[in-house]
């Protein structure tokens, strides 16, 4: 079955970075197009950067030119780096299958950017 474990979410100040990954077994990763999504508090979930295995990267607005999402397909790795972290950052970050907001998803990790 699809199993997905992110890690690496910690308390960064604004302007800081952080580096999320996802581990990934039980399904044929390296073939598969993986997103990252996030939840605010008390919000609704939201798609914000995807990998279709095949060159190609997308962004929401909201990060796009602050966030990179890479795989690692040796090690079933999803990666996401985020630079220039703003309060509004402030979420739980999602590991997930496919495109949008369907899919598999994984526990989530805390991101947290205050001052």
Known sequence: QVQLVESGGDSVQPGGSLRLSCAASGFP???YYM????QAPLSAREWIAGDNARGRTDYA????????ISRD???NILYL????????DTAVYYCKTGTGLSGNWGQGTQVTVSP
């Open 29 to 31: 990763f390296g073939t």
């Open 35 to 38: 997103s990252w999504g996030r």
């Open 61 to 68: 607005d909201s990060v796009k030119g602050r966030f990179t």
């Open 73 to 75: 397909n040796n090690n």
């Open 81 to 88: 780096q985020m630079n220039n972290l703003k309060p509004e």
